[in-house]
């Protein structure tokens, strides 16, 4: 009777050439989810053009006035925030820096080489709720 061999992965050679991608849209993702979730930013600004692209779905909100771009184990980010008038735009700096690379290093396993954060603007709550409200009943006209 012959004896039927199965085929052994001790057998194998190590596999060498694995790897793990992140793509920059993720790193943005991350960022925007974190970044929107500190007191005092009221909202991201994007640019005009990813204002259209968002309009047709090809960016999502929470990328929104994020940009990356991951090189090698390291990803670069700037971001583009409103903040409300009379928030300390260094404590608020300072919150994303570590909130932003921490949360970023554990998703990913990649480290933050740099943040640019960038004020684009500071307004009120209400002034950026009347806003907000205004831009919505233009978008659907």
């Given at each position: 009777?012959?004896?039927?061999?199965t085929?052994?992965?001790?057998?194998?050679?190590?596999?060498?050439?694995?790897?793990?991608?992140?793509?920059?849209?993720?790193?943005?993702?991350?960022?925007?989810?974190v970044t929107?979730?500190?007191?005092?930013?009221?909202?991201?600004?994007?640019?005009?053009?990813?204002?259209?692209?968002?309009?047709?779905?090809?960016v999502?909100?929470?990328?929104?006035?994020?940009?990356?771009?991951?090189?090698?184990?390291?990803?670069?980010?700037?971001?583009?925030?409103?903040?409300?008038?009379?928030?300390?735009?260094?404590?608020?700096?300072?919150?994303?820096?570590?909130?932003?690379?921490?949360?970023?290093?554990?998703?990913?396993?990649?480290?933050?080489?740099?943040?640019?954060?960038?004020?684009?603007?500071?307004?009120?709550?209400?002034?950026?709720?009347?806003?907000?409200?205004?831009?919505?009943?233009?978008?659907?006209?």
């Open positions: 009777m012959s004896e039927q061999q085929p052994s992965t001790t057998n194998l050679p190590p596999q060498d050439n694995d790897i793990l991608i992140i793509d920059d849209a993720v790193i943005e993702k991350i960022a925007g989810v929107r979730s500190i007191d005092g930013i009221l909202d991201m600004k994007g640019s005009l053009m990813s204002g259209f692209a968002s309009s047709l779905g090809a999502s909100k929470s990328s929104k006035g994020i940009t990356a771009s991951v090189d090698g184990a390291a990803a670069s980010i700037e971001i583009k925030a409103i903040l409300e008038y009379g928030a300390s735009a260094p404590l608020i700096f300072d919150k994303v820096k570590n909130e932003v690379r921490r949360e970023v290093r554990d998703m990913t396993g990649l480290d933050v080489r740099d943040i640019n954060f960038r004020v684009v603007d500071v307004m009120t709550r209400e002034e950026f709720e009347r806003d907000s409200k205004k831009a919505a009943q233009q978008a659907q006209q």
